[in-house]
């Protein structure tokens, strides 16, 4: 027997119902709205869920604001992501993942 998938409203999703995973890690970000570019900030990670990360910066972005965040990775990797800002309170700032893609990252030869 089949069973159907019970399908959530959007909003609880985002509101705290789904797992979040306390990774800490380093995150660099820049915003892509506006007209100008922006400078490249760092911060750290607080958790991620498959809908949303949430990191801790001392510059930032606006709610609303479209963010590309650069998060490393063990193994020589770093996850990279898309997405824009719901939630910005004083260092904590929440963005709903739009995209996202791990890279890998160019390691130094091994000395001989």
Avoid: C, H
Avoid at 61 to 79: C, K, N
Wanted: glycine residues 6%; hydrophobic residues 40%; aromatic residues 6%.
């Amino acid at each position: 027997m089949r069973t159907k998938p019970i399908l959530l409203p959007e909003a609880s999703l985002l509101m705290g119902s789904e797992q979040r995973y306390p990774i800490v890690r380093e995150v660099r970000f820049k915003v892509l709205s506006g007209e100008r570019p922006q400078k490249i900030v760092a911060g750290k990670t607080i958790d991620i869920s498959n809908r949303v990360i949430r990191f801790a910066t001392e510059q930032s972005p606006a709610p609303g604001d479209l963010v590309e965040m650069s998060i490393s990775w063990p193994a020589q990797l770093e996850l990279v992501a898309k997405g824009n800002v719901i939630r910005s309170k004083g260092k904590n700032v929440a963005v709903e993942i739009q995209k996202y893609e791990f890279r890998t990252l160019a390691s130094s030869p091994v000395p001989r």
